[in-house]
């Protein structure tokens, strides 16, 4: 037995079927489309949420919940990710983006309380929890709320 000389079982495979060849190739003019309109015009397809006039899936659906629009997003930062951020002067936005810890300046950072401080920093930020708060505290840093 050698891999060049192995075939499928007979009548496991079929010929594939030859569409859009005209009348000889067993498959009529038309593609196996029907007749006009638009699903038998190529890129024709009728996308799932078109309902032709009726009223669409997703307006007759009840609305549920609340957005508040006024929502202020910030860009999170825990104290554990500190790490390798230079003590010596305070701890700005500026920084934080310098090193590779936030993405954006226009976003507002906020200070979580996740991880531990060994030596006394100081920070700027937009927010900070009360947590975050006391951990630097208690190892003789300060945070500014800017």
Do not use: Y
């Not at 593609?31 to 890129?43: L, M």
């Not at 397809?45 to 997003?73: A, T």
């Amino acid at each position: 037995m050698e891999l060049s000389k192995l075939k499928p079982a007979p009548g496991s495979t079929k010929n594939r079927k030859r569409v859009g060849r005209g009348p000889g190739s067993g498959r009529g003019k038309n593609s196996t489309r029907g007749e006009n309109g638009q699903k038998s015009r190529s890129g024709g397809s009728i996308q799932p949420w078109m309902h032709g006039g009726q009223m669409p899936l997703h307006l007759r659906l009840p609305k549920r919940g609340f957005r508040n629009i006024f929502k202020q997003k910030f860009q999170i930062i825990n104290l554990l990710s500190l790490k390798g951020v230079p003590t010596d002067e305070p701890i700005t936005a500026d920084i934080l983006k310098k090193h590779g810890k936030i993405k954006s300046l226009s976003i507002p950072v906020k200070l979580l309380g996740q991880g531990e401080v060994e030596s006394p920093i100081t920070l700027v930020v937009a927010a900070c929890s009360e947590t975050a708060r006391k951990k630097i505290e208690a190892a003789g840093g300060k945070v500014e709320v800017a």
